[in-house]
């Protein structure tokens, strides 16, 4: 039943959406703001042919992008987070770093990697990384004493601890960091790929707007849109898979 | 077995800025298939003791010995309860039951095997897959015991088990202590702030002075366990005498104010 009243949650918000963009367009009366008609038009006729392969190239890049921050940064914040050694060592440098805004660093990356995927890859994991190892590091931190105390008690081993208490209990809160890290990544992404590079749908967004094809244009805005929402509930249905016990007793 | 010796053991926890001595040359001798009670004012280090005892706390002077050895790490025979109960709220019921055995390495078949027992015992055989957060107070104490079960202790160390429970599924689940220890005659060292609840689970109650604590007093209990002791007149006696010394240790402000805290 969840599934179904948020599937017509969705609907109705989609509904919504079109309604005010409709009457937008109608107020605007501007060729640079299509109705929702002709760009919807545009994104179910070029869909498959035009939109998708690009498609496949900007999720491969935003999954990979994230699959690597995650991988990377989880673990180190979890380990920083319950070792005051390496806290005291890394938790500056985590400080230093993370205001500075790393997306400064593309031309740097293009120069590096060239224009292709991997100088894509790279920026948003190198954003999204932080975004996780400080979420890591924090959940880390306030893990109750008790439950640490107690799978002591039973003899468990500083990896057992890791197994069966830290990496549990911080999950929930590593989840919603990615989640929130989607919308980032997305952007990201659209920056990256319209400043460089001759594929990816920030491209052809860009290459529309660049031709005057806004209902074109708008195709690709609402497929970055259906990206980034797809993306999202994958993440929510991971999390409620693997985090099933923060649903229970509610 | 399972005697427990604590001999002249001092604890020190060092702050940012001072240390406290929660322990100053505590020493006392529980034998084994002895249940005890350990009771004291607010902060005179009885958690330190069990802590100490289940090997978490390492002593700055003195030690403690459990069955005949040095405890410097968790004993494998060994359970701790404490107040929370110490489950984890991602683990189901069974493999919070199952949480010991696993982390001492029990193949699969005979920890399925052990953990149903005990929580057949325990009445929770039909919540073996819901979380924590789904069960009772009451309940999760039993889920904390029957961890404790499966694992075979003969040790059981509790930390004011019952203290987070209502007054009646308190009395329930004192007198499912009795009748588990009754069943088993595992060594158990209870600590707990109820005059009561020590004269009921106690055959020895102890008394620890205010903090650094040491041992002020021993009250011996030997109708402990006896059928019906909780309505006999020994038994208020018996918690009259408690209060008293309890009084004198500084624990209770004003001479009306007794009973549980």
Known sequence: MGWLRRAIGYLGAAAALVAGWWLLALIVDSPALPGPGLALGDFATLFFSDLLPELGVSAWRVVASMAISV???APLGLLVGRSPRLDAVVAPMIFLTYPVPKIVFLPVLLVLLGIGGAPKIALIALIVFFQILV???????QIPAASVLSVRSLGATRSQVFRHVVVPAALPDIFTALRISTGTAIAVLFFSESIAGTSGVGYYIIDAWSRIAYSEMFAGIITMALLGVVLYELLEMAEARVCAWTRAGR | MARVEVRDISVVYEGADRSVRALDSCALDVADGEPIAIIGPSGCGKSTLLLAAAGLVRPS????????????????KTALILQDFGLLPWKTVFHNAALGLEIRGVAGAERARLVAEALERLGLAEFASAYPAELSGGMRQRLALARALALDADTLLMDEPLSALDALTREDLQGLLLDIWRQRRHTAMLVTHSIEEAVFLGRRVVVLSPRPGRVAAVVDNPEMGAEGYRETSAFYERCAELRALLAAEGALHGAAAGGEA
């Not at chain 1, 979420?135 to 931190?141: G, I, L």
């Open chain 1, 135 to 141: 979420t890591a590091r924090d959940a880390a931190r």
């Open chain 2, 61 to 76: 002077a003195g030690e403690v010995l459990v069955g005949g050895r040095a405890v410097d790490a968790p004993r494998l």
């Open chain 1, 71 to 73: 991988a990377l940064a």
